[in-house]
């Protein structure tokens, strides 16, 4: 099974080589709509987290990960084959990398700076 990695970052630093490195190690790369964008400028194709969710990004773009099928692949118990199973009856593949970043809403409070 491929492997699954998200990255959602605000501070893009390094993010091309990391997310290269990523996709030559087998991961299939999950990411944000701005993450998506810095990554497509460097010609590095990655999977939309819309994709995943089937949801557009709500509320402006705030709203983009929160949803069972990002949620129920980071927390499942793989030791655990009945949430394996569930996870695979649903169609929902295992994140095996969360790489995450926060942006400070308090000194930069609009839509750009989130994502």
Known sequence: MKRRA???VTNRDGLAELVTALIQSN???????GTARTLQVSGIQVTSISEVTGVAELAGGRVKSLHPNIFAGILCDRDSQEEMAELEHSHI???DIVVVNLYDFASNPTIEAID
């Open 6 to 8: 998200l990255v959602s």
């Open 27 to 33: 991961y299939e790369v999950v990411v944000t709509s």
């Open 93 to 95: 593949s295992p994140i």
